[in-house]
Structures are given as structure tokens and as C-alpha cells.
């Protein structure tokens, strides 16, 4: 006797498909994978829209967006080259004092990777303020004075700690300015320095951290502070 597969009667006579338990599941399956497929896109559209609202503006100059042959400079575009220029000018004599009064090996080697690329970092910025029409501050700010003060009137241990802390810390919050510029500008020009900012100052921030000597509960407002000219580091660990 030959039995039919898949199909059997209804109690009404008709012909209605047989589905498995396995079936079932397969179709279950399938349904939880499609699921699984559109809920990571979904929150990485609202997660991506929210993440363009929050990012920081640029200061508005008040000269809006320029045309130029390398393309459209925007305040943002404009300011990053003078923050560029800016951190060296505290940045690369510390680097310099670091490499000449630190004690510890990590804190010289510390120093001279802040001089080379801070030297490098200089002529890059005046070059792209040269070719873009771009001013350049001249000189440090009266917070970075005060920095460069307390370094000076530092000694031994607390020198190499202050070093450390007043430039990782630093480096911290120009490097999330080097990423916004870097992902979000049109211009060439900008953008090649851009680029060569985020090489140096990973390199700087890695540097600074391999002495072993910074206070990561000091970075996100903690006591290196630089507001009112002032700043203080950690105690060095009891021997």
C-alpha cells in the first residue's frame, strides 16, 4: 500500500499541508535571525544620530565657511590649525626641559618624543595657515604659562610627575578634537594634517603613559588643573 507524505484530510474533507515540530523550529529560527539582523541596525542608526548631535562645535568665528582650491574651510577646520600651533608652544619647551632634567629613563624618552613631534607638528600648522590664509597664535596662553611656571619651580620626582600629568592630560583633550576634524572635514589640506596630528599625538599620549608615572583618576577633572594657572599631581607611592 502506498502512503501520501506531508499531506492528510481535514476533518471537513479538505487537503491541508502536515508540518513537523521541525519545521516549526526552523521557521522559528528564522524569525529570530531577521530579528537579530534588524535590531543592530536600528540602534546603529539611532545611536550614530545621536552621537552627530552631541558632538562639540567649533567656536564660531563669525567668517563662516571659506572656498578654497584644497576645499571648503569651515571655523572648525580653521581653529583646529591654531590648536595645533597652540599646544606647541607650551608643549615643545616641555619637551625640551623634560628631556634635559628628567632622571627617570621613560621621562627623557617622554621629552624627546614631545620635542620631535611637537617640531614637526609647528612647521606642518604654519604651512597650512600659510597655504589657507590661517592666523597662528604667537604665544602661550596665560594657563599654559602657568604650567610652564610650575615646571620650572619643580624639582626631582614632583618635576617628572607634573611633566607627565600637565601633558598627558593635555594631549587627552586634543586628541578627541584631532579625531572630530579628521573624520568630519572637507578640505585636503586639513585633512593630511589632521591625519599626521592623530599619529603624533597617540604617540605622545603612549609615550607619556609607559613612565608609569600618570594619575588616569587626574585626567577627566581630577587635580591637574590648569583654570587658574595652577596644578597638582598625586603623592609618589610610599617605598
Do not use: C
Not at 77 to 83: I, M, N, W
Not at 150 to 155: K, N, Y
Amino acid at each position: 500500500m502506498v502512503r501520501s507524505v506531508g499531506r492528510r484530510r481535514s476533518v471537513t474533507g479538505g487537503v491541508r499541508p502536515r508540518f513537523s515540530v521541525g519545521t516549526g523550529l526552523v521557521v522559528a529560527g528564522l524569525s529570530l535571525t531577521a530579528v537579530a539582523i534588524l535590531l543592530p541596525v536600528q540602534l546603529f542608526a539611532s545611536s550614530g544620530s545621536a552621537a552627530g548631535s552631541s558632538a562639540p562645535a567649533a567656536q564660531d568665528d563669525g567668517l563662516g565657511v571659506w572656498n578654497t582650491p584644497s576645499g571648503p574651510l569651515t571655523p572648525l577646520d580653521r581653529e583646529f590649525v591654531g590648536k595645533v600651533r597652540q599646544a606647541g608652544l607650551w608643549e615643545l619647551p616641555a619637551g625640551r626641559q623634560a628631556l634635559q632634567r628628567g632622571k627617570r629613563q621613560a621621562v627623557r624618552h617622554a621629552g624627546r618624543h614631545l620635542t620631535e613631534g611637537h617640531t614637526d607638528l609647528n612647521r606642518r600648522a604654519a604651512d597650512a595657515a600659510r597655504a589657507l590664509a590661517v592666523p597662528l597664535p604667537g604665544q602661550p596662553t596665560p594657563e599654559q604659562r602657568g604650567w610652564i611656571a610650575q615646571l620650572d619651580a619643580a624639582e626631582g620626582d614632583t618635576y617628572e610627575r607634573l611633566f607627565v600629568n600637565l601633558a598627558r592630560r593635555a594631549h587627552g583633550k586634543v586628541f578627541s578634537l584631532v579625531a572630530q576634524v579628521r573624520a568630519n572635514t572637507r578640505n585636503a589640506v586639513i585633512r593630511d594634517l589632521a591625519t599626521r596630528a592623530n599619529s603624533v599625538v597617540l604617540d605622545h599620549i603612549t609615550a607619556l603613559e609607559q613612565t608609569g608615572l600618570v594619575d588616569f583618576g587626574a585626567l577627566d577633572g581630577g587635580p591637574v588643573s590648569g583654570g587658574s594657572g595652577t596644578a597638582t599631581v598625586a603623592p609618589p607611592p610610599a617605598k
